[in-house]
């Protein structure tokens, strides 16, 4: 089946024969749906500090970040603003030369209100030798979008969100990759420091670095901090092969097997490499203007502090298993800071020997850790909090995609349609075990939590293998706990026009 270039083109990626096998068996097997217990709930999964105990973590964080340890600020960048301005192409290429839909009336009506727009006009000048009103009052609608979208302009249609101005202030317009430079000097700085990773593709990675270089010493200026920021890109050996619709290795029209990038799964490893204690991981699109930043600051340091506090319960405990001769009462108190704290549940564990409870204690305590901000339902696409069951049939917290669940049982679909919260990827994470050790991120994935998707290439109908989503399945066996944040903490970007709203403006 597989040719010598074939083999060839494997070596090159870093993927063996046998993992070609398995993702051609997965195509036709397809994944399993996770068992569930419930949507997770106040009360039952999700957690609500009270305004002392968000001081009280705030506090616990302050004392974390002074003791020295290397605290990084994680942001997956690498996805193209394309989907951004999807409605905004469909006009460009349509059949109407006016506005016709609301969201392109809305596009127009208010376009001097967009960070970019004196970008976009210095662009029409250049290309037309007239500005965007000016092209507008003639009727020229497309030209304003073509200078916006395409390469002799602003090139927005193919460059990265990071990438894009999204705020206004009196002296620039800011991107994400500024705002989320901003951030870690709010919340993640320790010995004068802060440290920003950001996940690219390959050909923007060099448009970044110049980004950074350009404006890293006036927010170092600004915040009397230095800034580390580096960057990574997903590797060629997470890449996943295309499959045709009988499963079987897709090829190009030059017979070459096509391969595709396995989805933001594929980062568990960029993760894994960072020589770090705590990371908060944060979507790219998810950021606010500086006078909406006290609400993100304040709650990213409660779910930090919530971490320290609890990774210290847990290596306590470690330490003491480590130890021995520990008593029935301080089993017992183990017990419930997994149950109460950890919200892991052990089906059996009461009727346990100490010897093995022990060892499940060990296993369940001696793991990466994060907590998860989760904020209240309001329809917005996306995954949710769950209490789901696992592989080895303990219940815990999972963040769950739609295509996790089965459609066909209305038991669960009802959990999932009438679930109270949404997970906006608010995370920050623990990834050293209580000797100081770094752990194997990649240990820790549920392999079984793919999914397989449809596309095309060239006319031609294909199958796409999706690895465990970064914050689905590829942290499945983490200790997770579940935190609501308030909604004015996510402000995502997912349409060009939502920087029309007033959080973006």
Known sequence: MLTPEDLKLLAEKG???????????????????????????IGNGITVPSDAECQALVEAWENYKAEGHHITKFVPASGAASRMFKKMFEFRDGDHDTPQSDFEKTYFDHIEEFAFYPALNDACIVLYGNDAQELIAEGRYKDVVHAMLDEDGLNYGQLPKGLLQ???????????????????????????????????????RELFEDLVERVLPIYEEKYHIKYKVSFSEQKPSTDTLAATMDNEPFRTEDGKLLFRPGGHGALIQNLSDLDSDIVFIKNIDNVVPDRLKPATTLWKQVIAGMLVNTQRQAFTYLKRLDEGNIGQAELQEMCHFLRHDLCTEVPGIAEQSEAQLIETLRQKFNRP???????????????????????????????????????????????????????????????????????DLPQYVDPATGFISYKSKNGKELKALELPGLWNGAMSDWSTIFVEVPLETFNPVKTVNDLLREQHQ
């Open 369 to 439: 850790m994060r907590i998860c901000g989760v904020v209240k339902n309001v329809g917005e696409p996306g995954g949710g909090p769950f209490l789901a069951f696992n592989v080895d049939g303990s219940v815990s917290p999972q963040i769950l995609e739609s295509s996790q669940i089965d459609a066909h049982n209305p038991a669960y679909m009802a959990m999932f349609t009438g679930g109270t919260h949404f997970n906006p990827v608010d995370l920050v994470c623990a990834i050293r075990d209580y000797q100081g050790n770094k752990f």
């Open 166 to 204: 999204f705020h206004s202030y009196e002296d620039c317009a800011r991107t994400p990759l500024e705002e989320h430079l901003v951030e870690a000097a709010l919340y993640a700085v320790s010995n004068g420091q802060t440290d920003v990773h950001f996940t690219v593709s390959t050909e923007h």
């Open 15 to 41: 993927i063996s024969e046998q993992q070609i096998q398995h993702q051609l068996q997965q195509f036709r097997e397809g994944f399993p749906y996770l068992k569930l217990r419930a949507a997770a709930a």
